[in-house]
């Protein structure tokens, strides 16, 4: 019996498009503030993690590697993995990471500092991204979307080779997306 798929199934492009976009033009990495956005409004609003669950496109790129092209080798991830003090943890990093991205924008947008075209590959790799940068925007508007391109690029090679290890989604268990949305939908919940 045949699968019935859905538009949602096919997610896993609009996030492959994502990337595949600010890699050549980061003004498109601004487009990632809608997978910061939507989970938290879908939650807020709705008091489910049905984003996490059915939309997330670059959870389904993580099922496609794992799954579709078995390049996962099944294996249960480390429990430590999902505990609440690492799951916790881990959102409390990601926030500092994620305002010193916006401290930067700031410091560039007040003339402080200068433009820095480069993206942070898994939080301590500067990567020159020069050519990304084809038209002239305002210096912070492209610090920002250098930084945010960054996040989301380490997010998504974190998750691959966490899925080609474990299981696919196994990034799903710490995201720290998926660890606000569950507050949320407890807070929520609990009303």
Same mark, same amino acid.
């Given at each position: 019996?045949?699968?019935?798929?859905?538009?949602?199934?096919?997610?896993?492009?609009?996030?492959? $498009?994502?990337?595949?976009?600010?890699?050549?033009?980061?003004? *498109?990495?601004?487009?990632?503030?809608? &997978?910061?956005?939507?989970?938290?409004?879908?939650?807020?609003?709705?008091? =489910?993690? /049905?984003? &996490?669950?059915?939309? &997330?496109?670059?959870?389904?790129?993580?099922?496609?590697?794992?799954?579709?092209?078995?390049?996962?080798?099944?294996?249960? @991830?480390?429990?430590?993995?999902? =505990?609440?003090? *690492?799951?916790?943890? !881990?959102? $409390?990093?990601?926030? @500092?990471?994620?305002?010193?991205?916006?401290? $930067?924008?700031?410091?560039?947008?007040?003339?402080?500092?200068?433009? =820095?075209?480069? $993206?942070?590959?898994?939080?301590? /790799?500067?990567? #020159?991204?020069?050519?990304?940068?084809?038209?002239?925007?305002?210096?912070?508007?492209?610090? *920002?979307?250098?930084?945010?391109?960054? /996040?989301?690029?380490? =997010?998504?090679?974190?998750?691959?080779?966490?899925?080609?290890?474990?299981?696919?989604?196994?990034? &799903?268990? !710490?995201? #720290?997306?998926?660890?606000?949305?569950?507050?949320?939908?407890?807070?929520?919940?609990?009303?």
């Amino acid at each position: 019996m045949k699968k019935i798929t859905h538009w949602y199934d096919y997610m896993w492009i609009v996030s492959t $498009v994502y990337f595949f976009m600010g890699f050549f033009n980061i003004v *498109f990495a601004w487009f990632g503030m809608i &997978c910061f956005i939507i989970p938290l409004l879908v939650a807020i609003i709705g008091g =489910s993690k /049905i984003w &996490c669950n059915r939309y &997330c496109g670059r959870g389904q790129i993580f099922l496609m590697i794992g799954n579709k092209l078995g390049l996962s080798k099944g294996k249960a @991830a480390p429990r430590w993995l999902s =505990s609440k003090w *690492f799951r916790n943890g !881990f959102l $409390v990093f990601f926030m @500092a990471f994620f305002l010193n991205m916006v401290y $930067v924008t700031v410091l560039v947008a007040k003339d402080i500092r200068s433009l =820095s075209e480069t $993206v942070n590959l898994l939080w301590t /790799i500067n990567v #020159p991204w020069h050519w990304a940068y084809p038209i002239e925007i305002e210096p912070w508007k492209a610090q *920002f979307a250098f930084g945010l391109y960054g /996040i989301m690029l380490t =997010s998504l090679i974190v998750g691959i080779v966490l899925t080609i290890i474990y299981r696919p989604r196994t990034w &799903c268990v !710490f995201c #720290p997306m998926g660890n606000m949305t569950q507050m949320i939908c407890k807070l929520k919940n609990k009303e």
